[in-house]
T-cell receptor, first 112, second 120 residues
Framework: AQSVTQLDSHVSVSEGTPVLLRCNYS??????LFWYVQHPNKGLQLLLK??????LVKGINGFEAEFKKSETSFHLTKPSAHMSDAAEYFC??????????FGPGTRLSVLP | ETGVTQTPRHLVMGMTNKKSLKCEQH?????MYWYKQSAKKPLELMFV???????ENNSVPSRFSPECPNSSHLFLHLHTLQPEDSALYLC???????????????????FGSGTRLTVV
């Protein structure tokens, strides 16, 4: 069985400061992991994905995530937040494209 | 555009109406999904179709009726809905399969923009 935990339901940062959104997973297999972003009243957009290649994954809009097997984590980071980053972020785990499991989401607020 | 198109973008319907949501993908994916996203709730998987066969139905009420005529099109037929059914309905597609058959870069969902449904 797989599961995803997003430790923070809401994160608030000031514009220009670093962003850290936490994700921990459990999986019986070698997992594939994804981060999706959802802006208000929009669908989900893929930010980045880890599929057993490089453990540090770079995504769109300056985001990156590091797969740490020993910590079963896949935290999402960005060096400097922008107002347009305010959105809901979902961590997702799957094995071989079967059984996608979504985390509950983390809402990111960016303060001016 | 993501490659997954949902229509309409917004829908307001009465509780006695019949309407349909449409989803279309031209990504060559073999699996399509309907998700419901309500305010302050996690994403709820409703239906999964793989190669046009329904492989999952997560105890969804019968007033929601999916249809998958081919691997590129997915519909959600709505009938006698309740106000609590008001939500964002998201369609997604993906390529399902074993690691040996599918390129790793193909994994992941591609989502449509959703249909915002309001039941009055």
């Amino acid at each position: 069985a797989q599961s995803v935990t997003q430790l923070d339901s809401h994160v608030s940062v000031s514009e220009g400061t670093p962003v850290l959104l936490r994700c921990n997973y459990s999986s019986s297999y070698s997992p594939s992991l994804f981060w999706y972003v959802q802006h208000p009243n929009k669908g989900l957009q893929l930010l980045l994905k880890y599929t057993s290649a490089a453990t540090l994954v770079k995504g769109i809009n300056g985001f990156e995530a590091e797969f740490k097997k020993s910590e079963t984590s896949f935290h999402l980071t960005k060096p400097s937040a922008h107002m347009s980053d305010a959105a809901e972020y979902f961590c997702v785990v799957t094995n071989y494209g079967q059984n996608f499991v979504f985390g509950p989401g983390t809402r990111l607020s960016v303060l001016p | 555009e993501t490659g997954v198109t949902q229509t309409p973008r917004h829908l307001v319907m009465g509780m006695t109406n019949k309407k349909s949501l449409k989803c279309e993908q031209h990504l060559g994916h073999n699996a399509m999904y309907w998700y419901k996203q309500s305010a302050k709730k996690p994403l709820e998987l409703m239906f999964v179709y793989n190669f046009k066969e329904q492989t999952e139905n997560n105890s969804v009420p019968s007033r929601f009726s999916p249809e998958c005529p081919n691997s590129s099109h997915l519909f959600l037929h709505l009938h006698t809905l309740q106000p609590e059914d008001s939500a964002l309905y998201l369609c997604a597609s993906s390529q399902q399969g074993s690691q040996e058959r599918i390129k790793l870069s193909s994994y992941g969902y591609t989502f449509g923009s959703g249909t915002r449904l309001t039941v009055v």
